[in-house]
Every structure is written in structure tokens, then in C-alpha cells.
């Protein structure tokens, strides 16, 4: 599966962004997905999971109530919804994928790993 992340850019806080995680390959929907993020200096953290068929979902306590993960297997995409942006939020997003765990911490557990696109959040 190859995994490409679009959708960041520079918002000012209080606003919202779409990214999106395009994927290739027939098996995407056998696939938990997930977000991270990683700011300059941090490590990478968990943002957000879903399960292969959408029906469950798990999101950091730093992003709940106002980040919200969600997919479409028939377009091989799963998208992140940020709402009330703040400027914490600043960081390159990466989405992943697992054959086998859903909403694991670590990013070390997953399987593939989609190039980062850049939130930047403005105060």
C-alpha cells in the first residue's frame, strides 16, 4: 500500500482543514488506518484510528471534539476533519496504516507510511 497525505496548509486558529490520505492498491480496505503528527523538536504522535470498515474510531485526548478521522473505502481515502484549530496543532501529518491493530500509540506497530503534508496554525 502506498499512502499519500494531502490537504495541509497554513490556517488561522479557530479554523478548520480537511486532509486527506490517498492510497493505492485493491487491499486498502483490509487496512486500520491512522494520523499522526509531528512537530519540529517532538516526537511523532498519535493523532487518531479508524478500523478497516469505519465503524470504530479512537482519537487522542489532545484532538477530541474537535479532529474527527473517517474513510471511503471505494476511494481508497481516509480523511482528517480539523476543526477549532490552535497553534499546538502546527505540525507534518502522516497518515499509516495496519494490517492487523487498531489505534495502537506507537508508530513503530504500523505497517506503511504516507509522506507528511504541513498544518500550520497562526495565532
Known amino acids: 500500500v502506498q499512502l499519500q497525505a494531502s490537504g495541509g496548509g497554513l490556517v488561522q486558529a479557530g479554523g478548520s482543514l480537511r486532509l486527506s490520505c490517498a492510497a493505492s492498491?485493491?487491499?486498502?480496505?483490509?487496512?486500520?488506518m491512522a494520523w499522526f503528527r509531528q512537530a519540529p523538536g517532538n516526537q511523532r504522535e498519535f493523532v487518531a484510528a479508524?478500523?478497516?470498515?469505519?465503524?470504530?474510531?479512537v482519537h487522542a485526548d489532545s484532538v477530541k471534539g474537535r479532529f474527527t478521522i473517517s474513510r471511503d473505502n471505494a476511494k481508497n481515502t481516509v480523511y482528517l476533519q480539523m476543526n477549532n484549530l490552535k497553534p499546538e496543532d502546527t505540525a507534518v501529518y502522516y497518515c499509516?496504516?495496519?494490517?492487523?491493530?487498531?489505534?495502537?500509540?506507537?508508530?513503530?506497530?504500523?505497517?506503511?507510511w504516507g509522506k507528511g503534508t504541513l498544518v500550520t496554525v497562526s495565532s
Open positions: 499509516a496504516a495496519d494490517s492487523s491493530r487498531f489505534g495502537s500509540r506507537w508508530s513503530n506497530e504500523y505497517d506503511y
Open positions: 492498491g485493491r487491499t486498502f480496505s483490509t487496512y486500520n
Open positions: 479508524i478500523t478497516w470498515r469505519g465503524d470504530s474510531t
